[in-house]
């Protein structure tokens, strides 16, 4: 198994930028495709970004194309998202999840293993 933490959600200004991790325990991190997600209040669910299990490729939401990047780094098994021209309409609880496989997958059900959440709130 996998276990996920979340951190560097806080609140900023709207323009401003941050820059979320997400620890991962275990010891096959570096086999699991990995994701983003957010959920506003009232809100389903919302794919963000998610990156293969090598790294080599990176798949966005339109809205967040162009504003989010989605990295990792196996070695510290951690995976990140930088977030920047951050608007009011990304305030929301956003989670790290991660899967077994390598495809790129935006839906929730089809990830394995999630972390608490951090939130991030963008005032305007």
Do not use: H
């Not at 983003?36 to 990156?51: D, L, T």
């Not at 504003?67 to 609880?93: C, G, W």
Request: aromatic content about 12%; some cysteine.
């Amino acid at each position: 198994q996998v276990q996920l933490v979340e951190s560097g959600g806080g609140l900023v200004q709207a323009g401003g930028s941050l820059r979320l991790s997400c620890a991962a325990s275990g010891r096959t991190f570096s086999s699991y495709a990995m994701g983003w997600f957010r959920q506003a209040p009232g809100k389903e669910r919302e794919f963000v970004a998610a990156i293969t299990w090598s790294g080599g490729s990176t798949f966005y939401a339109d809205s967040m194309k162009g504003r989010f990047i989605i990295s990792r780094d196996n070695a510290k098994k951690t995976v990140y998202l930088q977030m920047n021209n951050l608007k009011p309409e990304d305030t929301a609880v956003y989670y790290c999840a991660a899967r077994g496989g390598v495809a790129a997958e935006g839906r929730p059900s089809k990830y394995d293993y999630w972390g608490q959440g951090t939130q991030v709130t963008v005032s305007s």
